[in-house]
Structure formats: C-alpha cells, structure tokens
C-alpha cells in the first residue's frame, strides 16, 4: 500500500455497520471530502498554530533518549502545522532528515512557511511516494484513524527494515483520573468504539491501551521497547482546568452519574475543579492567545486587559504545572496514565 493511500484511510467513507458517537458532529468526519473541509477550516482558523513547552520538552526528551545513529530519516504523519515536526528536527542527531505529511493543504502551507528545516509532503506527493524512513511518529493521530490495521500497514510498508515507530496517543489503560471518572457513569467508556471515553473531541474513534497497541503492531514484526506515560493524577487536573469552565462542567456533570454515590462524589469534584479554574484559568486563556502565531485585534485586547488578572492567577497555573511536571518525572513509567509514549522497534 502506498502512503497517499494512507490518508483515504484516516477518514475514509463511513461503513455501513460504523457504531455511532454522536450524529449530529461526528459522522460527517467519517466522510473523507467533509473531513478534508473540516480540518481545512480549523487549521484556517489558526488550529494547532503552537503547542505547550512541556509537551515539546516531554517529545525532546524522549527522542534524545532513543540512542539513534548518527544518520537516518524520519517521518513526522499527521504532522499538521509542522511545530512538533520541528521539535523532532531538533531532537535528532545533526545527521538526520526530517518530513512531515498531512491531508491538510492548508497544514502544509503552514508548515513550509514557517519551520523551512524541515520537508513537508502533501497527501499524494509524488516526492513522498516510495520513500523509506528510519522512524516515523505520530503524535495524537492514531485515535482519528478509522480503519487502524490497514493504516498501520501503510505506515509500515514507507519503513525501511529495523526501523522504528513511536506513537504518543490518548491512553486507555484502567488506574487513570479520567478512567475513574468514566466509571461514575453508565456511558462513560464505550466499548463499541474501541474504549472511547465519554468526553473525547468529536474526531476520536478509540482509545487504546497498552496491550492493544502491542497487538495491532505485533503482525509487522514490532516489539514495544520503552514506554512512558502522562497525566496518571495531577497531569489530569492540570489539563482539565486549562479546559475552561465549560468542559468542567460537563466533564463532572451528576446528573449523568451512575448512582447517587457516583453523584456526590462529581459533584464534589466539580466545585473542587471549577475553583481550580477560577485560581488558574486567566493565566493558560491569556499564553494560547500569545503562543498565536496571528493574532487578532481581540487577542490583543484580552491580553492587555487581562494582564491583572494573569498575575494574580499564575502563582496557581504554576504550582499545578510543577505538580504535573514532578508526576511526570517520577512516575512515567506507570502504566496509569490517560497519555502514553510508545516507542516500537523490529
């Protein structure tokens, strides 16, 4: 199978039999050319522009620690604007060639624009097609792949042998803040889409633990040779809070829980968790607008009205980053995460 051919896969036409998730946002992203339009539209609108400096150091430091060769290439799928593209440029050996390649023109646009380091590929590139790498990565694309067998082994056929893939994708392992969550409700974990939890972005179709992952790649001659995960506890708390005051609210709703057990205790995690929002929630709101790489007049307006605000709150945003980070270094190799960081090899 070619690559081109991987991204007819990524949002192919919707089966027959699909199990549904929500009708009304999702299923047109089952449809190739709405998908196409959709992620068109995002990225138009600025999606992705920049990620976190915790994130990029988290990804730095993995690839620093693989103990590469000196030399090879690597191929960034799904790579969208291209900023973790260049993170993983940044983190290879000297010797080392980086692509990136994404359905999205718009993507790509951006991407060739601003990190010319790297080289980035079109859906159905001519370049592209052939091509062998040393490595590939995703970075929270495999939960959007509806056909994941035959994506896998697409991604396989563009390796050269003893190649190696690393994946980070949402982690579906039981022990995790968000897992215990899904517990308290009778929908919250949906079987019928590969684990999905109940409070997932409308483009997700699963989440997968460990043993799945292992499963699906073991037929290409894979092995899992280092795995690391995130946001077992205090990572949790951290994302949900710079979620804003809406997802919270959805995020610990009582009325859906599963008992009235399951409801006090949501309830109690809600004013827990909005209180944290209310202490934090102006300084995260006021970095995505400066992390823009475009910023409109209201950008600048929220930024410089909300500079008050932003120093009374950073004192909270910062403890709860601390706490994440420290999660993060002394317990990453615990499987209880809602974030893993798979490394393969054959």
Known sequence: MQLSETWALVQPERPETAPAMNQQTTSPLYKKPASIEFYENRYARGYMEEWPAKKKRRIAEMIRSLGLPGTGEALDFGCGNGVLT???????????????????????????????????????????????????FTHHVLEHVYDLPKTLAAMNACLKPHAAMLHILPCGNPGSFEHSICLLRPDGINF????????????????LNTEQMESHLKPFGFSLVKENYANQYCGAIDWITRSG???????????????????????????????????????????????????????????????????????????????????????RTERNGSEMYLLFKT
């Open 86 to 136: 260049d993170v993983l440029r940044e983190s290879l050996p000297t010797g080392w060639r980086t692509c990136g390649s994404d359905l999205s023109a718009k993507a790509i646009e951006n991407a060739r624009k601003w990190y010319p380091g790297c080289r980035f590929f079109f859906d159905g590139d001519s370049e592209l097609e052939g091509r062998k790498f040393d490595l590939l």
């Open 192 to 207: 019928q889409m590969e684990g999905r939890f109940f409070f997932e972005d409308e483009g997700h179709v699963r989440r």
């Open 245 to 331: 005051p809406g997802f919270v609210w959805r995020f610990t709703d009582p009325s859906a829980a599963n008992d009235d057990a399951a409801r006090k205790k949501l309830g109690r995690l809600r004013r827990i968790l909005m209180l944290l929002w209310a202490m934090r929630g102006v300084a995260p709101l006021i970095e995505s607008r400066l992390r823009r790489k475009h910023r409109a007049v209201r950008d600048w307006m929220l930024i410089l009205g909300g500079i008050p605000f932003y120093l009374l709150a950073k004192p909270t945003d910062l403890y709860l980053k601390w706490r994440a980070d420290k999660e993060w270094q002394n317990r």
